[in-house]
């Protein structure tokens, strides 16, 4: 089906796009090679990429020569620029850069997304004024975003278009620009994050500007209203003829929740309705992403009020997770809870969609060695956690997003970019290895049995977040890149 065909269908064709057939690939069994035996590029020629930078190629040579595993080689050559490839469009606004991202095989813009995809070559800006210049253009266009709609989580190219993922009849403020309005705490988060990146990065003050600065302050007050201490706040959503993870109760308010300083996220990372709304992962970011963004404000821009604005509301957040987030384990100890909502129900789950429970460390919600954490993710990665599945191809964790017993790679990345032994590592990695059915790239989900089944196969945040793990490996791990699995 034609990917134009797909956006035209509405979301609920975006969701099962792509479950691609054995016959594409079955895993690594009879990959193309070159007469020389070499895996042959995935990527678009030279003439066709979206973007390119120096930096990012010397990377790629320098990273890929450290490898002795021709095949996570090849991957990590594949994966790694992809982004760079296939979804920035970069260009000019108001004299400014401007850098729209895609997801992939979704032409809209995910604030949580764009960010991820970019986060991965941030480190090499300092080298490259091309890739600091694409920066400045992501920084700026997220600020456009959310001064259109602080609630939306995906927009459009064309800030007047309608959008273009069936969601115009969603029972919600749509305003233009906006391709979908799912509330979601972790979207303001992450261009937190990125802006905190960049700066620590590089100490260029170019991109937070006053237009920047407007947006964060309105981020920064979207919070405070999904607080919902006064009121329920402006925000409804309710999808028409959609399943449960797709709309909203009460009228498109939400389940009910004592106001006890947490903020409300009405839906995941993975887009799916939350069942209890303090969605834990999310505040726990929104912690750290606050206190990232205040350095910012304190050191890029010199606004020490703004500061002090993110870090009392990051230290209210911080008491209200402490005492409204934790849960039995079960067994005598405790956990963080996936969801609750302030009457002291909690439901303890894990979804492979970042920020999740185990991949706190990532978004620099939780240390790596933090005992707490660390049960907590040893309880997400078993039986306990309903989206656990073990399967003949790989273990990992999903979500409702895909269905029962499909495994998104990005929690196998997850996994070894906190796993602390080798031998836990060594098997995550065989697993990315055997499971991209033949592809050179990640997908977003793939049955537990069988990796030729799986969706998307154009998913630049999942190829960017493997990159990030041989990057890590690198760093943390060198010698484990010289082994072959």
Known sequence: MPRRAILAAGPAALCSFALCSPALSSGTVGLAREGSGRLPTRRPPLAERRFTSRAVEREIARVKARIADPEIAWLFENCYPNTLDTTVHAGTVDGKPDTFVITGDIE?????????????????????????????GVIQRQARCILIDSYANAFMADPTAKSNLGAIDDLTDMKPGVAERKWELDSLCYPMRLAHAYWTATRDPAPFDALWAESMARAVATMREQQRKNDDGPYR?????????ETLMLKGVGAPTRKVGLIHSMFRPSDDACTLPFLIPSNLFAVAALRMLAQVHAEARHDNAAATDCSALADEVERALHAHGLMSDGQGGQVWAFEVDGFGNAIFMD?????????LPL???????????????????????????????????????KGLGMIWPMSVMARAMTADNDAEIRQCLGWLKTTHAGSGFMHESFWKDDPARFSRAWFAWANGLFGDLILDLDRRRPTLLAERF
């Open 237 to 245: 959503f309710e999808r028409v003829n959609r399943h449960a993870t």
């Open 108 to 136: 809209a813009m995910w604030l949580r997304d764009s960010s991820a995809q970019v986060q991965t070559y941030v480190h090499l800006a300092p080298q490259d004024a091309n890739l600091r210049r694409m920066f400045h």
């Open 351 to 359: 979804d492979a969609n970042v920020p999740s429970l185990s991949a």
């Open 363 to 401: 978004i620099g919600a939780a240390a790596s060695n933090d005992p707490l954490y660390r049960h907590t993710r040893a309880l997400a990665w078993s039986t306990r956690n309903p989206y656990f599945f073990s399967g003949t191809a790989a273990d990992g964790i999903g979500g409702p997003h």
